[in-house]
C-alpha cells in the first residue's frame, strides 16, 4: 500500500448547533482506556460478565451508521455514549487486515510462516512480528484515528528505524493509512498491521479520547488560546506558515473559510455521503498490474496476476466491494496494455499464458454481474464500463485472435444478464467449458457444503438458517450425490465445440478438471445408483444428451468423459458399461456422409452438416481420447469373445487414425500375452485383425512408422499361429509393399527364430518355405529392382523357383533394373558360387554405366574393378569380352589406367585354370587385343582430360596439375612408342596453351 506520510483531510465538517458549554463544566477532558468501566467482554478480565445493552447498542451502530448521522440524529449526546460508539467503530477480525496485508487468507499463512522465507516476509506476518516483538508504541485513539510507533529492529544491513504510523477508521473498516517508512506497494506495510493488530488484540491497553473537535468544545477562550500557542510553539517549524494564513484568513469577514458553518475534524469519522469501504491504493494496483503487464510473462509476472485475481476472488467471497473496484482497475491496465494493438496490427494471436489472463479477467466479471447481493444501480454502471471496454478496437475476442468473427466476451456479457442460454443440439456454449465454469463451481459449492456438515460446521448456525439448506436434501441423498449428479449432467450435455484453438482447448481443460474432481470421490451405493440413473438417462434423453441416438456432427465428443463412467460402472454393471462406451466411440467430425450401415442399430446415426469441414485444433487430442476409451474397454473384455468382437467392431467402424489403431493392437497384443498367463487367442486375433487394417490404411500413404508397424504385424501373427502367417502371405498384395513383403515378412517367416517360436515340424516347414517363395517370385515381378535379390535369397534351397527368379533378373536387365543393383546381384551370385552368372551380371550392369573424365570418386569405380577382375579371373575371352564396354561406359583416365595395370599383373582365368588345371602362366601383352584397345582408350582419356583442365585452370592448382602430367607420361610409357608419343604431346601443349607462361615453364622444367 502507497504509504503517504501527509495526512489525509478531515471528512467533514464538526459543530454543535444545540451546544450548551455549561453542560460540561467539571467534565474530565482527559482520556480513559479503551477497555475501562464498562468495556466490552474480552479484554483481559478474569471474570466474564453479560455485555450492557448499552455495548450492544453502541456496537451496532458503530457497525451500521456514520457518527454524521449519530450527532445529526440526536441533538446531545452523552459521552459514555460516544466512547462505546468510538470505541466499537474499530475492526475486530484480523481476517480483513490479514486480507489486505498479504495475499494469501491468514489461516493459509499462518499454517506455513515457519516453512517458507519469503512467506515469512508477508506484511502480515511481519506485522504480526513486531507486535509481538513489542515494538509497538505510543498507541493513542483520538475519535475515529489510531496512531503510534513501530520500530523495525535493527539488523547486520540496517540500523534501528522508528515509523509514525497512523489509521483512520469507520465503521468497522480501516478508510486511510499513512506510514513514514515510504514503502510503496498494493498492500498495508508490516508497520501499519502491527499498530492495526495492537488495536485488535490489546483494546484495554489503548488509550481512547473523543474526536478532538469534542475536546476543543470543552474548553474556554483561555484554554483555547493557550492550546493553539502551544501547539504552533512545539511543531513552529513546520506548522507556522499554516497557521499564520489561517489566522489571516479567520480575521478577514470575507474569507471563504468564514462562509462554512464548523470546522474540519479527521478524527470525528465520516460523513453521511463517504463510501464505507476498506483503504485501497489504487496508484499503486494501477502501477502492479502495469509493471507486470510489460514484464510479457517473465520474472514471474503471470503468477503475481493470478495472485491478484485470487484478491479479487477473496474481496468478492467477502462480499468486499474492493473486489469491483479492483477488478475495474486491473482492467483498464490490461485494456492500456500495448501489445494488444500490437497483435492486432499484426493479425498474429495472443500468447497462450496472456490468453489464461483474459480468461480470468472475463470470469471474475461474470461473477460480479450476476452477483445476487447487488444493487440494480451497480449493475447498471458495470454494464456501462464493459461496453465502453467493449467499444475499443483493441478489446481481444474471446478466443484471443484478432480480424476473425469469434464472438466477444465482453460483448456477450450483457446477453447473459439479459437472456438464459438454451440448451438443445446446436447448443452453442455448453455447460463444461463456459467462462464461468458453472458445473465445475457448482460441484465445488457442494462437496465444500458436504464436508463441512460432516465436519461439524453447521450446528454453530441457528435453527432458522439451517432449515432451508436441509429441506434441500431428500431422504438417503447428500451433498457430494447431488454434486456428482451434477457433474454427470454437465459433461453429459451435448454441446458444440466452439470455434478456436484456445477455446476449444478450454471445453478440453475444464472437462478434464471436472473429471479429476469426480475421480476424488470414492463410490458407495447411493452413488453407483447416481451414475445408474444417468447413464440411462443419457442414452435414452434424445438431442439434449451427448450420449443420444442423433448427435450434431460437431459436438463436443464423449470419449473422455465416457472412459470415467465405463470403468466406474463396469463392476456394477458391464452390460450399461459396454452400451454407453460403445456408443460415445463414435466421432462424426470425421464422417463425410451419414452412417449406411445397419440402421437398425440408431446409435450409430448422426447428424451430418454436408458441406462444411470444421476446425477441430485439438482433433488430435480428441482422437486420443478416442483410443484411450477402446483400449480400456478391450481391456476390460479379455476373455469375453462377444464383447472383443463388438468392441473390434466398433474400433473399426469409429477410428480413423492408423496411429491409433496401431497402438490399440499393441495394447490388446500386450494384454493377452501378459507372462502370468496364458495367452488370450480371442484377443490375439483381435490384434491380429486391428494390425492387418492398419496395413491397409497404410499401405497408399506415408506413414514415418510402416516398417514398425510390419515386423510388428508378423509378430503378432507369429503369436497367433502358423496359419496366420500363411494368410498374410497368401493375400500380401492387400497389406504390403513389394519390398516389405521380401524384406521383412518373408524373410522373418523363413527363419529360424519363427520356425524354434512355432515348434514347426518338416512338413509344416517346407509349406510355410513354399508361401514365402512364391512370394518372393510374386513381388520380383512387381518390383524386380527392389526384390530381385531378396526372391533369389529365399529360393536358394529350390532349385525351380532361384532359376525362375534368375531370369526374372535378366528378364528386367534390360529396362528397369540399374546398375547398382545388377552390380549388387552379380556381387552375390559370385559369392553363392556362380561365377559366370556373376559375370553375365555384370556385363548388363556395364551397359548402364556411364562415367565422365572428373567422376574419379563414383562409387561404381569399385563395381567397375571388381567386374574387370572378375572377367580376368574367367579368362582371356571374358576379359576380352568386358574391355569393350569398359572403354565405352568409363571415360575417367585415373580408373582406365587402375584397371590397365591390374590387367597386366596377373595372368588371366585363374579360376579356369583352377578347374581345369590348364596354365600357360603368360602376361597379356599391352600390343595385342585386348589390352592394346585398353591403353588406347586410357591414352585418350588422358589427352581429353588434360585439355579439359587446362580450359579452367587457376594458378593454385598448377602444382596438382603437374602432378596428373606425370601419372600421364606413366601411362604413355607403356606403349612401345609411349615416350615419343608424350614428347610430341607435351610440346602440342606448349603451343597450344602458351599464353599460360608460368604454367608452361614448370611443364618445361619437369618434362623437359
Known amino acids: 500500500m502507497a504509504e503517504r506520510v501527509q495526512q489525509p483531510p478531515a471528512k467533514r465538517l464538526c459543530c454543535r448547533p444545540g451546544y450548551n458549554p455549561a453542560c460540561r463544566q467539571g467534565q474530565r477532558a482527559g482520556g480513559v482506556l479503551c477497555g475501562g468501566p464498562g468495556s466490552a467482554p474480552g479484554g483481559s478480565g478474569k471474570t466474564h460478565n453479560p455485555e450492557s445493552l448499552l455495548d450492544i447498542a453502541a456496537r451496532r451502530v458503530a457497525e451500521k451508521w456514520p457518527f454524521q448521522r449519530v450527532e445529526e440524529r440526536f441533538e446531545r449526546i452523552p459521552e459514555p455514549v460516544q466512547r462505546r460508539i468510538v470505541y466499537w467503530s474499530f475492526p475486530r477480525s484480523e481476517k480483513e487486515i490479514c486480507m489486505y496485508s498479504s495475499f494469501n487468507a ?54 534501528e528505524i522508528i515509523c509514525s504510523v497512523s489509521v483512520s477508521f469507520d465503521r468497522c473498516k480501516i478508510t486511510a493509512v499513512t506510514c513514514s517508512c515510504g514503502n510503496k506497494d498494493i498492500f498495508y506495510c508490516a508497520h501499519v498491521v502491527a499498530l492495526a493488530l495492537y488495536r485488535v488484540r490489546k483494546p484495554d491497553q489503548v488509550k481512547l479520547h473523543l474526536p478532538i473537535s469534542e475536546t476543543l468544545f470543552q474548553m474556554s477562550r483561555d484554554q483555547l488560546q493557550k492550546f493553539v500557542q502551544y501547539l504552533i510553539s512545539v511543531h513552529h517549524t513546520e506548522v507556522l506558515p499554516t497557521a499564520q494564513k489561517l489566522a489571516d484568513e479567520i480575521l478577514s469577514t470575507n474569507s471563504e473559510i468564514n462562509q462554512v458553518h464548523g470546522a474540519p475534524d479527521p478524527t470525528a469519522g465520516a460523513s453521511v455521503d463517504d463510501e464505507n469501504c476498506w483503504h485501497l491504493d489504487e496508484e499503486q494496483v494501477q502501477e502492479q498490474v502495469k509493471l507486470f503487464l510489460s514484464q510479457g510473462g517473465y520474472h514471474g509476472s503471470g503468477k503475481q496476476l493470478n495472485l491478484l485475481f485470487s484478491k479479487v476472488r477473496e474481496m468478492l467471497r467477502m462480499r468486499d466491494s474492493n473486489g469491483a473496484r479492483m477488478l475495474t482497475l486491473i482492467t483498464e491496465q490490461f485494456m492500456a496494455d500495448p501489445r494488444l494493438a500490437l497483435w492486432r496490427q499484426q493479425g498474429t494471436t495472443m500468447t497462450d499464458k496472456y490468453r489464461q489472463l483474459w480468461d480470468e479477467l472475463g470470469a471474475l466479471w461474470m461473477c460480479i454481474v450476476l452477483n445476487p447481493h447487488c444493487k440494480t444501480e451497480q449493475k447498471c454502471w458495470w454494464l456501462k464500463q464493459l461496453r465502453r471496454w467493449n467499444s475499443v478496437d483493441v478489446c481481444p475476442w474471446e478466443d484471443g485472435n484478432h480480424g476473425n468473427d469469434l464472438p466477444n466476451l465482453t460483448h456477450s456479457l450483457p446477453q447473459e444478464l439479459l437472456h438464459k442460454g438454451i440448451t438443445s443440439i446446436t447448443n452453442m456454449e455448453g455447460w463444461v467449458g463456459h467462462p464461468l465454469d458453472p458445473i465445475g463451481t457448482l460441484f465445488s459449492t457442494l462437496t465444500e457444503t458436504g464436508r463441512g456438515a460432516e465436519e461439524g ?88 444428451s451427448g450420449h443420444g441416438e442423433i448427435v450434431h456432427r460437431e459436438s463436443v465428443p464423449m470419449h473422455t468423459f465416457t472412459r470415467y463412467l465405463f470403468t466406474s460402472l463396469l463392476p456394477h454393471d458391464a452390460e450399461l458399461a459396454y452400451k454407453i462406451a460403445l456408443r460415445a466411440m463414435r466421432l462424426p467430425v470425421l464422417e463425410s456422409t451419414a452412417s449406411s450401415g445397419d440402421l437398425s442399430r440408431p446409435h450409430h446415426m448422426v447428424s451430418v452438416v454436408p458441406n462444411r469441414y470444421p476446425r477441430w485444433f ?96 508378423v509378430t503378432c501373427a507369429t503369436e497367433v499361429g502358423v496359419y496366420a502367417l500363411d494368410s498374410i502371405m497368401q493375400s500380401w498384395f492387400t497389406l504390403f509393399t513389394p519390398t516389405e513383403a521380401t524384406s521383412i515378412v518373408a524373410t522373418t517367416v523363413m527363419s529360424n ?35 530381385a535379390l531378396s526372391a533369389l535369397t529365399l529360393c536358394e534351397k529350390d532349385h525351380i523357383a532361384f532359376e525362375t527368379a534368375y531370369q526374372i533378373v535378366l528378364d528386367a536387365a534390360a529396362t528397369g533394373m540399374s546398375y547398382t543393383q545388377l552390380f549388387t546381384i552379380a556381387r552375390y551370385m559370385e559369392h553363392r558360387g556362380y561365377p559366370m552368372r556373376a559375370y553375365k551380371l555384370a556385363t548388363l550392369a556395364m551397359a548402364h554405366l556411364n562415367l565422365s573424365y572428373n567422376q ?153
Open 106 to 159: 491468514g489461516g493459509e499463512e499462518s499454517g506455513t510462516s515457519g516453512e517458507n522465507h519469503e512467506e515469512t516476509q508477508l506484511p502480515f506476518l511481519r506485522g504480526v512480528t513486531l507486535l509481538e516483538g513489542g515494538w509497538v508504541d505510543n498507541v493513542l485513539q483520538v475519535g475515529f484515528h489510531l496512531s503510534g510507533t513501530v520500530t523495525d529492529p535493527a539488523t547486520s544491513s540496517q540500523p
Open 457 to 544: 460446521a453447521y450446528p454453530k448456525l441457528g435453527p432458522l438458517q439451517r432449515f432451508p439448506v436441509q429441506r434441500l436434501l431428500g431422504e438417503g441423498e447428500s451433498y457430494v450425490a447431488l454434486a456428482v449428479e451434477t457433474a454427470l449432467i454437465g459433461l453429459g450435455q451435448q454441446r458444440v465445440m466452439p470455434d478456436g484453438l484456445y477455446a476449444q482447448e478450454k471445453v478440453c481443460r475444464n472437462e478434464e478438471q471436472l473429471l479429476s474432481k469426480l475421480q476424488e470421490v470414492e463410490l458407495d451405493d447411493m452413488l453407483v445408483k447416481i451414475f445408474r440413473k444417468q447413464a440411462v438417462f443419457l442414452l435414452e434423453s434424445g438431442p439434449y
Open 618 to 713: 485439438t482433433l488430435t487430442h480428441i482422437e486420443s481420447q478416442q483410443c484411450e476409451l477402446a483400449s480400456t474397454m478391450l481391456t476390460a473384455a479379455k476373455g469375453d469373445s462377444r464383447k472383443l468382437e463388438t468392441v473390434l467392431e466398433s474400433i473399426q467402424k469409429n477410428i480413423h487414425s492408423s496411429s491409433h489403431i496401431f497402438k490399440l493392437g499393441q495394447d490388446a497384443f500386450k494384454i493377452a500375452t501378459l507372462m502370468d498367463s496364458l495367452p488370450d487367442i480371442t484377443l490375439l486375433k483381435v490384434s491380429l485383425e486391428l494390425g492387418l487394417q492398419v496395413m491397409r490404411i497404410t499401405l497408399s500413404t506415408l506413414n514415418w512408422r510402416r516398417r514398425e508397424m510390419v515386423r510388428w504385424l
Open 753 to 787: 527364430t519363427t520356425i524354434v517360436r512355432l515348434h514347426l515340424d518338416c512338413h509344416q516347414q517346407e509349406n510355410l518355405a513354399s508361401s514365402a517363395r512364391t512370394l518372393a517370385l510374386q513381388c520380383a515381378m512387381k518390383d524386380p529392382q527392389n526384390c
Open 856 to 1008: 574419379d570418386t563414383h562409387p561404381a569405380i569399385n563395381d567397375v574393378l571388381w567386374a574387370c577382375a572378375l572377367s580376368h579371373s574367367l579368362g582371356k575371352n571374358e576379359l576380352a569380352a568386358v574391355i569393350p564396354l569398359v572403354v565405352k561406359s568409363v571415360k575417367c583416365a585415373t580408373v582406365l589406367s587402375d584397371i590397365l595395370r591390374r590387367c597386366t599383373l596377373t595372368t588371366p582365368g585363374l579360376v579356369s585354370a583352377l578347374h581345369s588345371r590348364r596354365n600357360s602362366g603368360k602376361l597379356m601383352s599391352l600390343d595385342k587385343a585386348p589390352l592394346r584397345q585398353l591403353l588406347d582408350a586410357t591414352i585418350g582419356a588422358y589427352i581429353n582430360t588434360t585439355h579439359s583442365r587446362l580450359t579452367h585452370i587457376s594458378p593454385r592448382h598448377y602444382s596438382e596439375f603437374i602432378e596428373f602430367l606425370g601419372k600421364t607420361r606413366e601411362t604413355f610409357l607403356m606403349a612401345q612408342d609411349g615416350h615419343i608419343q608424350f614428347t610430341q604431346f607435351i610440346d602440342n601443349l606448349k603451343q597450344i596453351y602458351k599464353g599460360k607462361k608460368k604454367l608452361m615453364m614448370l611443364v618445361r622444367e619437369r618434362f623437359g
